[in-house]
């Protein structure tokens, strides 16, 4: 649109001239020229024959528009088409996730050879959304499409009502019959209205009689119209008739094109939406790569700005319809109540200054309203691009850190066996050789350090508070200090519910610390040994890592925990229970529970204990605990 | 054979005769190292089985909780094993050498053996014998009489 205007201006600055001297030598010079030398009604007649040949064409030109328009309307907002658009997305979407895979490769090498551009850290939060949102493209798509169609439909359907209502047919007619310029000056097929008297004769009562008075008196005026369209007036002088009929083109023209340009644009919205649907799986994969990012871009501005150009444009088409409604009596009047003749309708057209104004405001809000639509379209699209830039800074910083530390314990796998290949002899000369091999070794243990030193630190802060400050301020707390506050707790075996440290802080923290590493998490799982499948460890495995001297530090309510004290009594040793006995009895009384229900007699339970924890049996044999009641199998 | 079965009153009692000896002995008593070296008295060099560890450790808390005297304790193994007295004896001095004679000064009273003190653990130090009196001879003298 902005081409075709700037086209406009372009061509009109460069012939404004002579086109301003062609109009005043035909509408001024060359009437009275003609006039002058004829003055006959011949030539009246042959000029007047030719004007409503002109105006004709333009007026079937306007109906053609209108039509168009109509149709145009009629398929714009619909999403049935988008169907077209699925099965092209389809395709592009295989070809999109096969892309997917050349991607990973690229940032793999990229990753080797250290080209930080590409590098891993960077690429791995976008390739993680991008990959979630390459096959839910079409779903996006389809919800941005249906806010904006259905938005437009709003507009287009209150028109239809209230045209429906009106006894009118579609918003093009009306629009089309609102100009009634082009009525005025235009045949119409008045037989239409004996259809129309027919169809009133079915109806029966006080309806009928209004319907057929309502189409007759509608037929008389149309053939009234018709007769005075080809009636020759002695009162229209050459002048008349000349400035009627190109006033009226160009007001026609300019009527017919709003209403092409509108249809055309919705149709381009339908293709290019089309299109843009198609494209989406591979222009995300574009959010990937730093190089392909503004394709990207540029895909959503112009998606965002089709989209809002329907409910925009439709909004300006309801508002012509809408001001045609309300000024339909005083336009009419204008047109056809007295004018008796082509050049007699011109002139009213124009010497009513009202109507004039009501001609050109349709025109305007037609035309204003596509460029507008437009315009806010681009606007619409930049800031949606806006909003979305921020939004996505804020999911890339929440992949980024769930991807880091996702990816952590992996990429200390990956360096400890990277690290320890490279000391074989052979192939560690020979993977020291490539280049960037021994920096990706390195570097995911590097972050790893890092992070760890930051709870160091963090911890060292903490120390000086006291267990109930730190359950107090817990909440208040950034990540890498809940991790410390929570090892502290552990290591002070008081990392229990209580104050503001609830069960599911205790958990997170957890979490958080087994993507550290084991120490990180041994500490925690020391005191919870019941909250080792939260980190994807079995209790067993917990509790077979709690050492005798770190016995004290597991929370009494573990022993609650029949699956705890279970694994315990087929993980632990003499050494446990001996620790148990100083510093929870409680707790070695659960044991003996734990042991009395290995079997129904003392033969069948030193038996069973005897299967899962030999070294505890013979502990439990040779204690001389025994002779105070615990630890016995009777 | 002896089965070293409580019941709740005697277990309650046992519990705090427990829990009033000094901590140090309630570590020995419940210690990993004395399960084991009661293992390699018991299996290892006397090859008693379960059953049998089993009563010798029972014997032998029941001696650390001050409810059997030491002097007793070979008699009293004898007899819940029903082995002969000698072997009871092996064991008992195998047991006092490991076990009993460390810790001599913190055991009860009632499970000091009765009669001549024994010898004192051998980590404490001993004053050195004094040479008996007329077995100096004065080389100062020795000539004026």
Same mark, same amino acid.
């Given at each position: 649109?902005?081409?075709?205007?700037?086209?406009?201006?372009?061509?009109?600055?460069?012939?404004?001239?002579?086109?301003?001297?062609?109009?005043?030598?035909? @509408? !001024?010079?060359?009437?009275?020229?003609?006039?002058?030398?004829?003055?006959?009604? /011949?030539?009246?007649?042959?000029?007047?024959?030719?004007?409503?040949?002109?105006? $004709?064409?333009?007026?079937?030109?306007?109906?053609?528009? *209108?039509?168009?328009?109509?149709?145009?309307?009629?398929?714009?907002?619909?999403?049935?088409?988008?169907?077209?658009?699925?099965?092209?997305?389809?395709?592009?979407?295989?070809?999109?996730?096969?892309?997917?895979?050349?991607?990973?490769?690229?940032?793999?090498?990229?990753?080797?050879?250290?080209?930080?551009?590409?590098?891993?850290?960077?690429?791995?939060?976008?390739?993680?959304?991008?990959?979630?949102?390459?096959?839910?493209?079409?779903?996006?798509?389809?919800? /941005?499409?249906?806010?904006?169609?259905?938005?437009?439909?709003?507009?287009?359907?209150?028109?239809?009502?209230?045209?429906?209502?009106?006894?009118?047919?579609?918003?093009?007619?009306?629009?089309?019959?609102?100009?009634?310029?082009?009525?005025?000056?235009?045949?119409?097929?008045?037989?239409?209205?004996?259809?129309?008297? #027919? %169809?009133?004769?079915?109806?029966?009562?006080?309806?009928?009689?209004?319907?057929?008075?309502?189409?007759?008196?509608?037929?008389?005026?149309?053939?009234?119209?018709?007769?005075?369209?080809?009636?020759?007036?002695?009162?229209?002088?050459?002048?008349?008739? @000349?400035?009627?009929?190109?006033?009226?083109?160009?007001?026609?023209?300019?009527?017919?094109?709003?209403?092409?340009?509108?249809?055309?644009?919705?149709?381009?919205?339908? @293709?290019?939406?089309?299109?843009?649907? /198609?494209?989406?799986?591979? @222009?995300?994969?574009?959010?990937?790569?730093?190089?392909?990012?503004?394709?990207?871009?540029?895909?959503?501005?112009?998606?965002?700005?089709?989209?809002?150009?329907?409910?925009?444009?439709?909004?300006?088409?309801?508002?012509?319809?809408? /001001?045609?409604?309300?000024?339909?009596?005083?336009?009419?009047?204008?047109?056809?109540?007295?004018?008796?003749?082509? *050049?007699?309708?011109?002139?009213?057209?124009?010497?009513?200054?009202?109507?004039?104004?009501?001609?050109?405001?349709?025109?305007?809000?037609?035309?204003?309203? %596509?460029?507008?639509?437009?315009?806010?379209?681009?606007?619409?699209?930049?800031?949606?691009?806006?909003?979305?830039?921020?939004?996505?800074?804020?999911?890339?910083?929440?992949? #980024?850190?769930?991807?880091?530390?996702?990816?952590?314990?992996?990429?200390?796998?990956?360096?400890?066996?990277?690290?320890?290949?490279?000391?074989?002899?052979?192939?560690?000369?020979?993977?020291?050789?490539?280049? *960037?091999?021994?920096?990706?070794?390195?570097?995911?243990?590097?972050?790893?350090?890092?992070?760890?030193?930051?709870?160091?630190?963090?911890?060292?802060?903490?120390?000086?508070?006291?267990?109930?400050?730190?359950? &107090?301020?817990?909440?208040?707390?950034? $990540?890498?200090?809940?991790?410390?506050?929570?090892?502290?707790?552990?290591?002070?075996? &008081?990392?229990?519910?209580?104050?503001?440290?609830?069960?599911? &802080?205790?958990?997170?923290?957890?979490?958080?610390?087994?993507?550290?590493?084991?120490?990180?998490?041994?500490?925690?799982?020391?005191?919870?040994?019941?909250?080792?499948?939260?980190?994807?460890?079995?209790?067993?495995?917990?509790?077979? $890592?709690?050492?005798?001297?770190?016995?004290?530090?597991?929370?009494?309510?573990?022993?609650?925990?029949?699956?705890?004290?279970?694994?315990?009594?087929?993980?632990?040793?003499?050494?446990?229970?001996a620790k148990?006995d100083e510093?929870?009895?409680?707790?070695?009384?659960?044991?003996?529970?734990?042991?009395?229900?290995?079997?129904?007699?003392?033969?069948?339970?030193?038996?069973?204990?005897?299967?899962?924890?030999?070294?505890?049996?013979?502990?439990?044999?040779?204690t001389a605990l025994k002779a105070t *009641?615990? !630890?016995?199998? &009777? | 054979?002896?089965?070293? +079965?409580?019941?709740?009153?005697?277990?309650?009692?046992r519990q705090e005769l427990y829990l009033s000896l000094p901590q140090h002995l309630r570590q020995i008593i419940a210690s990993e190292e004395t399960a084991d070296k009661l293992?390699?008295i018991?299996?290892?060099?006397?090859?008693?089985?379960?059953?049998?560890? +089993?009563?010798?450790s029972f014997t032998v808390g029941e001696t650390l909780l001050g409810i059997i005297n030491l002097s007793d304790f070979?008699?009293?193994?004898?007899?819940?094993?029903?082995?002969?007295?000698?072997? =009871?004896?092996?064991?008992y001095q195998e047991i006092n050498l490991e076990i009993f004679r460390p810790i001599m000064a913190y055991l009860p009273k009632q499970s000091q053996p009765i009669g001549p003190k024994p010898t004192p653990p051998p980590n404490i130090p001993t004053?050195?014998?004094?040479? =008996?009196?007329?077995?100096?001879?004065?080389?100062?003298?020795?000539?004026?009489?």
């Amino acid at each position: 649109m902005n081409k075709i205007i700037k086209s406009i201006r372009k061509n009109f600055s460069k012939k404004s001239n002579l086109i301003i001297a062609g109009i005043v030598v035909f @509408v !001024l010079i060359l009437p009275n020229f003609v006039y002058a030398l004829s003055g006959s009604g /011949i030539m009246k007649a042959a000029f007047r024959w030719m004007a409503n040949l002109i105006i $004709k064409f333009f007026g079937l030109l306007l109906r053609l528009a *209108g039509t168009t328009f109509e149709a145009v309307l009629q398929i714009g907002f619909k999403n049935s088409l988008m169907n077209v658009a699925k099965i092209g997305w389809e395709v592009s979407r295989d070809f999109a996730n096969m892309l997917f895979i050349l991607f990973m490769i690229i940032v793999a090498f990229a990753t080797i050879l250290r080209v930080e551009r590409y590098g891993a850290k960077q690429l791995l939060p976008r390739i993680i959304i991008i990959a979630l949102l390459i096959n839910f493209s079409l779903v996006i798509c389809a919800i /941005i499409i249906d806010f904006s169609n259905l938005t437009a439909d709003i507009f287009i359907n209150n028109t239809n009502q209230a045209n429906t209502d009106a006894g009118k047919k579609d918003i093009a007619s009306t629009i089309v019959d609102g100009l009634q310029i082009a009525s005025a000056l235009t045949p119409q097929d008045c037989k239409a209205f004996d259809d129309k008297i #027919k %169809l009133c004769d079915q109806k029966s009562g006080e309806d009928k009689d209004d319907c057929i008075d309502e189409a007759t008196l509608a037929k008389i005026r149309c053939e009234s119209k018709m007769q005075q369209a080809n009636t020759i007036s002695e009162n229209d002088n050459l002048l008349d008739i @000349v400035s009627s009929a190109i006033l009226g083109s160009i007001v026609i023209f300019i009527a017919a094109f709003s209403l092409f340009a509108g249809a055309i644009l919705l149709l381009i919205r339908i @293709v290019a939406i089309w299109f843009l649907v /198609i494209l989406s799986p591979i @222009v995300f994969i574009c959010y990937i790569l730093p190089g392909l990012r503004p394709y990207w871009e540029k895909w959503w501005r112009s998606f965002i700005n089709w989209c809002i150009f329907a409910p925009a444009f439709a909004f300006f088409i309801w508002l012509a319809a809408r /001001i045609i409604t309300e000024r339909r009596t005083e336009i009419e009047t204008a047109f056809v109540g007295g004018s008796n003749s082509l *050049g007699s309708s011109i002139s009213g057209f124009f010497s009513v200054p009202g109507i004039l104004l009501n001609y050109l405001l349709i025109i305007g809000i037609l035309i204003g309203g %596509l460029i507008t639509a437009k315009q806010l379209g681009i606007y619409g699209a930049n800031m949606a691009i806006g909003i979305g830039k921020k939004m996505a800074g804020g999911a890339k910083d929440w992949a #980024k850190e769930k991807a880091t530390r996702g990816l952590a314990k992996p990429g200390e796998w990956v360096s400890g066996k990277m690290g320890a290949a490279m000391n074989v002899p052979v192939l560690g000369r020979a993977l020291r050789a490539l280049p *960037g091999m021994k920096q990706l070794a390195q570097a995911p243990a590097a972050a790893m350090t890092a992070e760890r030193k930051r709870i160091g630190e963090e911890r060292k802060k903490l120390e000086r508070h006291s267990n109930d400050t730190l359950k &107090d301020l817990f909440p208040t707390f950034n $990540k890498s200090q809940k991790m410390a506050a929570s090892q502290i707790l552990a290591t002070r075996k &008081d990392l229990k519910e209580g104050r503001n440290l609830r069960e599911k &802080d205790i958990i997170a923290s957890l979490k958080m610390a087994n993507r550290y590493g084991d120490d990180q998490v041994k500490e925690i799982l020391a005191n919870r040994p019941s909250l080792a499948p939260e980190v994807g460890k079995s209790i067993e495995e917990a509790t077979k $890592k709690i050492n005798p001297a770190k016995v004290d530090s597991v929370q009494s309510s573990e022993f609650q925990n029949p699956a705890v004290v279970d694994a315990m009594l087929k993980n632990w040793g003499g050494g446990h229970m001996a620790k148990l006995d100083e510093t929870n009895r409680e707790g070695l009384q659960k044991i003996q529970d734990a042991i009395y229900g290995l079997g129904a007699d003392r033969t069948a339970r030193e038996t069973a204990l005897n299967t899962i924890n030999p070294k505890l049996k013979i502990y439990i044999d040779n204690t001389a605990l025994k002779a105070t *009641g615990i !630890l016995t199998y &009777d | 054979m002896f089965k070293p +079965t409580l019941n709740q009153e005697e277990i309650k009692k046992r519990q705090e005769l427990y829990l009033s000896l000094p901590q140090h002995l309630r570590q020995i008593i419940a210690s990993e190292e004395t399960a084991d070296k009661l293992y390699n008295i018991s299996w290892g060099k006397n090859q008693l089985k379960s059953d049998g560890q +089993t009563i010798v450790s029972f014997t032998v808390g029941e001696t650390l909780l001050g409810i059997i005297n030491l002097s007793d304790f070979a008699s009293i193994l004898a007899k819940r094993l029903e082995i002969d007295q000698a072997k =009871a004896e092996k064991i008992y001095q195998e047991i006092n050498l490991e076990i009993f004679r460390p810790i001599m000064a913190y055991l009860p009273k009632q499970s000091q053996p009765i009669g001549p003190k024994p010898t004192p653990p051998p980590n404490i130090p001993t004053q050195k014998p004094q040479p =008996a009196a007329e077995n100096i001879v004065d080389l100062k003298n020795i000539f004026k009489e």
